[in-house]
């Protein structure tokens, strides 16, 4: 049984989305913890609900970011991950920390990378008048919203979108295509080789 530790910082749809798929597709994986940095995140609960073991480490608490990599690090690792997935973790992580699970760690940023790493991508989206748009799941390298690309989930964007329209209409991709991209990790199906993903048996990594 594999074991993963996510990673939220509030809402947690796609944390939810993933044990939802872990449990109904019978991985041979488990969610063994949901780790939040902020106390008050809603997807503790859910997770709690679910009989997850769940943990906050509140970087409010820390001085600086090394002691709260440092106490993010010991709160993973004491559920000994195969995989870190973070889902909505909107904290940047150091370069040591981001070393320590190379190749076994996952993000989902909502944009199809590289284009509009960081924040507010729908918004930069629209106006610069994209006409497609979507998110991507891809291995966290020290680099922000970097990293080899695992899958791309692609929407358009359409006449009279607003942030919110074209948000809603990328999570219901991210939910999707993020538990797919999180069982073939954890069935091993993924190889990376020189910055590039494939998938052992050729399933596609494009979610239209
Ligand atoms: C998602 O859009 C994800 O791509 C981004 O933050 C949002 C998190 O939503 N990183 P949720 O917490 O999974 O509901």
Same mark, same amino acid.
């Given at each position: 049984m594999k074991r993963i530790v996510i990673l939220i910082s509030g809402r947690g749809s796609n944390m939810e989305a993933?044990?939802?798929?872990?449990?109904?597709? =019978?991985?041979? %994986?488990?969610? @063994?913890? *949901?780790?939040?940095n902020r106390p008050q995140a809603a997807g503790l609960a859910f997770a709690q609900s679910h009989g997850i073991a769940t943990a906050a480490v509140d970087h409010k608490a820390f001085s600086d970011r090394?002691?709260?990599?440092?106490?993010?690090?010991?709160?993973?690792?004491?559920?000994r991950?195969?995989?870190?997935?973070?889902?909505?973790?909107?904290?940047i992580l150091g370069v040591a920390f981001v070393r320590r699970y190379e190749g076994r760690m996952l993000n989902i940023h909502p944009s199809l990378l590289p284009s509009f790493t960081g924040l507010h991508t729908h918004q930069r989206a629209l106006q610069? =008048?994209?006409? %497609?748009?979507? @998110?991507? *799941?891809?291995?966290v390298t020290p680099a922000l919203d970097h990293g080899p690309i695992v899958a791309q989930a692609v929407?358009?964007?359409?006449?009279?979108?607003?942030?919110?329209?074209?948000a809603a209409r990328v999570?219901?991709?991210e939910h999707v295509m993020y538990p797919r991209a999180v069982r073939w990790f954890v069935h091993g199906?993924?190889?990376?080789?020189?910055g590039i993903v494939t998938h052992a048996h050729g399933e596609s990594q494009l979610f239209l």
């Open positions: 993933i044990v939802h798929a872990c449990r109904r597709e =019978g991985w041979n %994986a488990q969610v @063994a913890a *949901v780790v939040s090394d002691a709260f990599d440092a106490a993010l690090a010991d709160a993973i690792d004491a559920h991950p195969d995989l870190v997935v973070l889902a909505g973790f909107m904290r610069v =008048g994209c006409k %497609a748009h979507g @998110a991507t *799941v891809h291995f929407v358009p964007v359409l006449p009279g979108d607003t942030e919110d329209t074209l999570l219901q991709r199906e993924l190889s990376l080789d020189d």
